[in-house]
């Protein structure tokens, strides 16, 4: 083999790899299609995949932003996870049966609701995982199922393990990601010492001093109960809606 | 079914992205007889030969952020294990690591004393020790240039000893790690655990004295260095710096500075059409892998989903026609009928039961022909039946999966048991037997691979090897 007048040295280590993509095709009659042709397939081709690398781009910011608003949430900076909504009137949060907080401000009294840090003692380790993650086909926005398991409580006392999914909401302003809605559901809460099993507790409700916009979007309790929060996707073979009649 | 070790993925695809260079190993058999180009059509190869370059560039940060989620998921498993000499070799030469508030050891030799310090002088867990290092939660940031990255992660510990203690141990903690690219390979830099707390298992977290959390990671192997940050574990408040801004203030954006990189060209543009065809093609080929990494771990998550719930038929439409399903220890099943049956064998959801299935720190691997994958994750079982019992269970899956007419399914799910106990004991006072074939339902073939869980030492196949040495 000649590999010819353009190698580097990295690139001559590539020679070790099977060759992965399928073989050329074999021009063989340039006259049906012409170079100028064959350079415009080319292009659109770019162009698509250009786009695609866009799309890929996106996903692994709206990872970066969900993971981000998990690390402020733990370490109770509100007014920073409250940041990372869209400064768009629509933009929402709800937790639990909590109810709807509609636009940044509100969103933002919401999550400094009962001050800015941790009380003296408390602990809310919030880690997120488990991402599904759809951009829209146009990149501008996008929707996404992540899992949030909480260990909290206040030195001293019983502990508290709380479990559930978010389907959340993004949208690109500007080239940013940000929120445009976060929902999250409990599926079960309960009890360090007994265990959820002997000391669930519920969801949680709206708070008296601070009453939410809207009402819970959807009524439902959490462990011993079963509730399946929608998924915003089909199935990902069938293409069908999954959901309990 | 067997878990083939194939040749690491992440070290011989170095620099694929050098795209030209690699395309003009197709013979060049038209050399004698190349066609003159005009001045006009050359210039167009150049234009369009210049944005497959920028995309090529973009597209090796998206890489860049899936080979630093291996390596830290690679991590988290070896050290699961105690498996010290792989999780050294992840290390540069001059790498630093530092847990907890035990001092930073600098360099391979001394990392690797410290390491083996923690579990008696060698590498390996000892007889029922548990030592697992859950990886969650990653925020990375790729430097503008691509060749260095930094990381925060979270780490969610289950440690303990078989019959000693208070039924095992849970810790809680922040990873800020810095890593750098040599040759292509990433590799961790500088790695850092805060801890923030390390409880017995009665009692957890809240009841814990902060002198177990000080005690993580201790040894009698002096430190190079005193820890680089002091800060007191919880209940003290101590939030460990944050190596970036809030994404949305500081207006982060993904891969918007990924400049050319500096006089590293692996060759000189395409000359003729059929060159920038090669050249586009194989940059096709390796965007449409990072599509299908994205593509598998969300078939992966969604799966987990679907157990939550019970959603018995959905899960079996998951897999291939042709395909496998093995858990624990209740035999092989095989095709998606005999899967189908066994899923619905597992009844519907019910009124005060707790199923809970996560799927954790996936490692990922797409073939280089792009129509296979192989993933291993992490199960973390929460279970409920109200009034009655609770358990945690955790273990490992191999998985692999095929791409059928563009539909990324389950080829292999295979789960390995390493815990299931009950809440009010926790693992290190009752650990359940392998869970044995349903009563008369036997599977088509036996338990593939003999072992038993925790407290006995076992550690599943790896589908991938060390992805930095190769080991």
Same mark, same amino acid.
């Given at each position: 083999?000649?590999?010819?007048?353009?190698?580097?040295?990295?690139?001559?280590?590539?020679?070790?790899?099977?060759?992965?993509?399928?073989?050329?095709?074999v021009?063989?009659d340039?006259?049906?299609?012409?170079?100028?042709?064959?350079i415009?397939?080319?292009?659109?081709?770019?162009?698509?995949?250009?786009?695609?690398?866009?799309?890929?781009?996106?996903?692994?910011?709206?990872?970066?932003?969900?993971?981000?608003?998990?690390?402020?949430?733990?370490?109770?900076?509100?007014?920073?996870?409250?940041?990372? $909504?869209?400064?768009?009137?629509?933009?929402s949060?709800?937790?639990?049966?909590?109810?709807?907080?509609?636009?940044?401000?509100?969103?933002?009294?919401?999550?400094?609701?009962?001050?800015e840090?941790?009380?003296?003692?408390?602990?809310?380790?919030?880690?997120?995982?488990?991402?599904?993650?759809?951009?829209?086909?146009?990149g501008?926005?996008?929707?996404?199922?992540?899992?949030?398991?909480?260990?909290?409580?206040?030195?001293?006392?019983?502990?508290?393990?709380?479990?559930?999914?978010?389907?959340?909401?993004?949208?690109?302003?500007?080239?940013?990601w940000?929120?445009?809605?976060?929902? +999250?559901?409990?599926?079960?809460?309960?009890?360090?010492?007994?265990g959820?099993?002997?000391?669930p507790?519920?969801?949680?409700?709206?708070?008296?001093?601070l009453?939410?916009d809207?009402?819970?979007?959807?009524?439902?309790?959490?462990?011993?109960?079963?509730?399946?929060?929608?998924?915003?996707?089909l199935?990902?073979?069938?293409?069908?809606?999954?959901?309990?009649? | 079914?067997?878990?083939?070790?194939?040749?690491?993925?992440?070290r011989?695809?170095?620099?694929?992205?050098?795209?030209?260079?690699?395309?003009?190993?197709?013979?060049?058999?038209?050399?004698?007889?190349?066609?003159?180009?005009?001045?006009?059509?050359?210039?167009?190869?150049?234009?369009?030969?210049?944005?497959?370059?920028?995309?090529?560039?973009?597209?090796?940060?998206?890489?860049?952020?899936?080979?630093?989620?291996?390596?830290?998921?690679?991590?988290?498993?070896?050290?699961?294990?105690?498996?010290?000499?792989?999780?050294?070799?992840?290390?540069?030469?001059?790498?630093?690591?530092?847990?907890?508030?035990?001092?930073?050891?600098?360099?391979?030799?001394s990392?690797?004393?410290?390491?083996?310090?923690?579990?008696g002088?060698k590498?390996?867990?000892?007889?029922?020790?548990?030592?697992?290092?859950?990886q969650?939660?990653?925020?990375?940031?790729?430097?503008?240039?691509?060749?260095?990255?930094?990381?925060?992660?979270?780490?969610?510990?289950?440690?303990?000893?078989?019959?000693?203690?208070?039924?095992?141990?849970?810790?809680?903690?922040?990873?800020?790690?810095?890593?750098?690219?040599?040759?292509?390979?990433w590799?961790?830099?500088?790695?850092?655990?805060?801890?923030?707390?390390?409880?017995?298992y009665?009692?957890?977290?809240?009841?814990?004295?902060?002198?177990?959390?000080?005690?993580?990671?201790?040894?009698?192997?002096?430190p190079?260095?005193?820890?680089?940050v002091?800060?007191?574990p919880?209940?003290?408040?101590?939030?460990?710096?944050?190596h970036?801004e809030?994404?949305?203030?500081?207006?982060?954006?993904?891969?918007?500075?990924?400049?050319?990189?500096?006089?590293?060209?692996?060759?000189?543009?395409?000359?003729?059409?059929?060159?920038?065809?090669?050249?586009?093609?194989?940059?096709?080929?390796?965007?449409?892998?990072?599509?299908?990494?994205?593509?598998?771990?969300?078939?992966?998550?969604?799966?987990?989903?679907?157990?939550?719930?019970?959603?018995?038929?959905?899960?079996?439409?998951?897999?291939?026609?042709?395909?496998?399903?093995?858990?624990?220890?209740?035999g092989?099943?095989?095709?998606?009928?005999?899967?189908?049956?066994?899923?619905?064998?597992?009844?519907?959801?019910?009124?005060?039961?707790?199923f809970?299935?996560?799927?954790?720190?996936?490692?990922?691997?797409?073939s280089?022909d792009?129509?296979?994958?192989?993933?291993?994750?992490?199960?973390?079982?929460? $279970?409920g039946?109200?009034?009655?019992?609770?358990?945690? +269970?955790?273990?490992?899956?191999?998985?692999?999966?095929?791409?059928?007419? +563009?539909?990324?399914?389950?080829?292999?799910?295979?789960?390995?048991?390493?815990?299931?106990?009950?809440?009010?004991?926790g693992?290190?006072?009752?650990?359940?037997?392998? $869970?044995?074939?349903?009563?008369?339902?036997?599977?088509?073939?036996?338990?593939?691979?003999?072992?038993?869980?925790?407290?006995a030492?076992?550690?599943?196949?790896?589908?991938?090897?060390?992805?930095?040495s190769?080991?």
């Amino acid at each position: 083999m000649k590999p010819g007048y353009c190698l580097s040295a990295a690139a001559a280590a590539l020679f070790l790899i099977p060759a992965a993509a399928p073989a050329d095709p074999v021009v063989t009659d340039n006259t049906v299609i012409t170079e100028d042709r064959r350079i415009a397939i080319l292009q659109a081709k770019l162009a698509s995949l250009q786009k695609q690398v866009e799309l890929l781009e996106d996903a692994k910011a709206i990872e970066r932003l969900q993971q981000a608003y998990g690390y402020y949430v733990s370490e109770g900076m509100g007014s920073e996870a409250a940041a990372l $909504f869209s400064d768009s009137p629509t933009a929402s949060i709800e937790l639990g049966q909590q109810g709807v907080y509609v636009g940044k401000e509100r969103i933002r009294a919401f999550l400094t609701h009962g001050g800015e840090g941790l009380k003296e003692g408390e602990i809310r380790e919030s880690p997120i995982m488990q991402g599904v993650i759809h951009v829209a086909p146009d990149g501008k926005t996008a929707k996404g199922r992540f899992r949030m398991l909480v260990m909290s409580g206040m030195a001293g006392q019983d502990g508290r393990w709380t479990e559930g999914p978010f389907e959340n909401e993004y949208v690109k302003e500007n080239g940013v990601w940000k929120f445009s809605k976060v929902h +999250g559901y409990t599926t079960v809460s309960g009890s360090y010492d007994e265990g959820w099993h002997k000391k669930p507790f519920p969801v949680e409700g709206p708070l008296a001093d601070l009453p939410p916009d809207r009402p819970p979007t959807e009524k439902y309790e959490a462990f011993p109960s079963f509730y399946l929060p929608p998924y915003h996707y089909l199935h990902p073979v069938t293409q069908k809606p999954v959901a309990w009649d | 079914m067997t878990i083939t070790s194939h040749v690491s993925v992440t070290r011989l695809t170095v620099a694929v992205f050098a795209l030209c260079a690699f395309a003009f190993q197709t013979p060049l058999h038209a050399q004698g007889s190349r066609p003159q180009v005009s001045p006009d059509l050359q210039a167009k190869i150049a234009a369009a030969y210049e944005k497959a370059q920028s995309i090529a560039r973009r597209a090796e940060r998206v890489r860049d952020i899936d080979q630093l989620r291996n390596l830290q998921a690679a991590y988290g498993y070896y050290v699961d294990k105690a498996l010290w000499d792989d999780v050294v070799d992840l290390f540069t030469e001059n790498g630093t690591m530092e847990l907890g508030l035990n001092g930073v050891y600098v360099g391979k030799k001394s990392i690797r004393r410290y390491l083996y310090s923690l579990t008696g002088g060698k590498p390996g867990l000892r007889p029922g020790e548990l030592n697992n290092h859950i990886q969650l939660s990653p925020v990375i940031t790729l430097a503008p240039d691509g060749q260095s990255a930094k990381a925060r992660w979270r780490a969610l510990i289950q440690g303990g000893m078989y019959g000693k203690g208070s039924g095992g141990d849970w810790g809680s903690g922040i990873y800020e790690n810095e890593y750098v690219k040599e040759n292509g390979v990433w590799k961790i830099q500088s790695l850092h655990f805060y801890v923030k707390f390390y409880a017995p298992y009665e009692g957890g977290w809240t009841k814990a004295p902060k002198e177990t959390a000080l005690r993580y990671g201790k040894s009698n192997v002096r430190p190079d260095r005193p820890p680089s940050v002091k800060y007191e574990p919880y209940p003290a408040h101590f939030t460990p710096p944050f190596h970036y801004e809030n994404p949305v203030t500081s207006s982060y954006v993904f891969g918007a500075s990924a400049p050319a990189p500096k006089g590293s060209s692996a060759g000189s543009p395409p000359r003729t059409v059929a060159e920038l065809e090669a050249c586009v093609r194989r940059l096709e080929h390796e965007v449409d892998r990072l599509q299908s990494a994205l593509d598998v771990e969300n078939l992966n998550s969604i799966y987990g989903y679907y157990v939550d719930k019970s959603m018995q038929d959905a899960i079996s439409a998951l897999f291939a026609e042709e395909s496998t399903l093995e858990i624990l220890g209740r035999g092989v099943f095989l095709g998606r009928d005999r899967i189908y049956e066994y899923m619905r064998r597992l009844g519907a959801p019910q009124q005060g039961s707790l199923f809970n299935h996560m799927q954790l720190q996936p490692y990922i691997t797409i073939s280089q022909d792009g129509t296979t994958a192989k993933m291993r994750t992490r199960l973390f079982v929460m $279970f409920g039946r109200t009034g009655q019992a609770a358990q945690w +269970g955790e273990g490992i899956y191999e998985n692999t999966f095929v791409r059928e007419n +563009g539909v990324w399914k389950y080829k292999n799910l295979q789960g390995f048991q390493t815990f299931y106990t009950n809440y009010d004991q926790g693992w290190a006072r009752q650990s359940a037997k392998i $869970f044995a074939p349903f009563p008369g339902y036997p599977p088509d073939a036996p338990q593939s691979v003999a072992y038993d869980p925790y407290p006995a030492l076992f550690t599943p196949p790896f589908h991938y090897r060390n992805p930095v040495s190769g080991r």
